[in-house]
């Protein structure tokens, strides 16, 4: 699978399930890590959890299983697909760690081009 439809994929189940300031950054041109980081809001514990299951079942329908999963039980959960890292924040954690500042010189996506319903804020 494109590395692009798995971040299509990934930024609707995220949007779906109600993930708040979700954003996509590219990062392939000033990092071996991945091509792209995908990063939202959760409100709670538990929708972190709920963010993060529905990301992995929308993938693995489409054949795509992640590589490594951490932080199943805390405030920061990280999916790696390899091209594609996803980063489920509790609110005060994407607070502390600010991930857009510090990968700031990567290139904001459009995702409003790419979800198939309205961006939550």
Not at 66 to 77: F, K, N, Q, V, Y
Not at 78 to 85: A, F, I, K, N, S
């Amino acid at each position: 699978m494109e590395t692009f439809d798995i971040l299509k994929i990934a930024a609707n189940a995220l949007n779906d399930k109600k993930a708040m300031q979700l954003e996509a950054i590219r990062i392939d041109e000033i990092s071996d890590i991945a091509d792209y980081f995908v990063i939202c809001t959760a409100t709670s514990n538990a929708h972190i959890r709920a963010l993060a299951d529905e990301v992995e079942e929308k993938l693995k329908e489409a054949g795509v299983e992640p590589g490594h999963i951490e932080g199943r039980a805390s405030d920061w959960l990280l999916l790696d697909y390899g091209t594609v890292v996803i980063h489920i924040f509790g609110r005060q954690s994407r607070e502390f760690y600010s991930l857009e500042h510090m990968w700031q010189d990567g290139e904001q996506v459009d995702l409003t081009q790419i979800l198939t319903s309205a961006l939550e804020e």
